[in-house]
């Protein structure tokens, strides 16, 4: 007996101390990605000098990955295959509910109080919401907060039921297409962010001799970065001060915050996104 008793004991130390050894294994490589809001090429210019930040700053190796729909991010980060994804607010939350303990970390300090513009071209006639009515429109991907979302719950409180009151409504898939769909003529009007609106302005890729914002939602939560909730809480932090330390009188920092058009990111928690659910939840889209 004294012997099966100091064999179990053995084992158990072995185990034991394997377990330990497994747990206190560091992270090797940091997988990061974003929601595809906008086109593949775009994506990997913005993320990848984020990645070769992050590894000088963690000491470790960091690599971006685009993915295929919004979708598969949440399922990334479930499954472990991710680390950290650059989420809007309504894909946050539903990475949120579907792994039980993702963390928010940063937002760029214009998330906490961000806006959707609603589009159309000149010749429409469209100047308010109540014009859309018989119209055709489009949103950006399903599951984005200011393409789809926060759009959908603004119509919504303003009287407008897309699916009783739109000709017709599609997905582009993104901010930027939606932009290209109502330029066109694909569709009378659209929705997009307005990160992304001022961008295309900006760098003049959309005409705005034909195209007009005529609405501007109310401020809601939008973009955060997050992570894996079981990620090492030392990591968490260091990763959340790199990005929170970024100073935009410097000139390399302000080359990566200009990627991301901010001049400053700020902490954030779970609770600041509360409202973002409840929206979801009033329009239909989360449960």
Not at 170 to 198: I, M, Q, Y
Not at 259 to 279: N, Q, S
Request: no cysteine; aromatic share 10%; net charge positive.
């Amino acid at each position: 007996m004294r012997r099966v008793l100091a064999a179990l004991m053995i084992i158990g130390t072995v185990v034991a101390g394997a377990a330990v050894s497994q747990a206190a294994e560091p992270l090797q490589e940091l997988r990061v990605s974003a929601i595809p809001d906008e086109n593949p090429n775009e994506l990997m210019r913005i993320y990848t000098p984020f990645s070769e930040y992050l590894s000088k700053e963690l000491k470790m190796k960091v690599t971006y990955t685009n993915v295929v729909d919004y979708a598969a991010t949440v399922e990334g980060l479930a499954a472990k295959k991710l680390d950290m994804v650059w989420y809007g607010g309504f894909t946050y939350i539903q990475a949120r509910k579907r792994t039980g303990d993702a963390v928010p970390l940063v937002s760029r300090e214009e998330d906490l109080n961000f806006h959707s513009k609603f589009i159309t071209r000149k010749d429409t006639g469209i100047t308010k919401l109540a014009e859309l009515k018989g119209k055709t429109f489009s949103f950006g991907s399903v599951s984005s907060t200011s393409g789809h979302l926060m759009p959908r719950y603004f119509l919504l409180q303003n009287g407008i039921d897309p699916e009783r009151d739109f000709a017709k409504f599609s997905f582009s898939g993104a901010h930027d297409a939606t932009a290209l769909w109502v330029e066109s003529g694909k569709v009378d009007a659209g929705a997009l962010n307005e990160a992304v609106w001022d961008k295309l302005v900006q760098t003049k890729k959309v005409d705005t001799s034909k195209v007009v914002v005529f609405w501007t939602t109310p401020p809601y939560v939008d973009y955060v970065w997050t992570v894996r909730g079981d990620l090492d809480k030392g990591l968490q932090e260091r990763i959340a001060s790199a990005l929170a330390k970024l100073d935009y009188r410097k000139p390399e920092d302000k080359r990566l915050l200009d990627l991301h058009r901010t001049k400053k990111y700020v902490r954030v928690k779970p609770e600041d996104f509360k409202p973002t659910e409840e929206a979801a939840i009033a329009a239909g889209l989360l449960k």
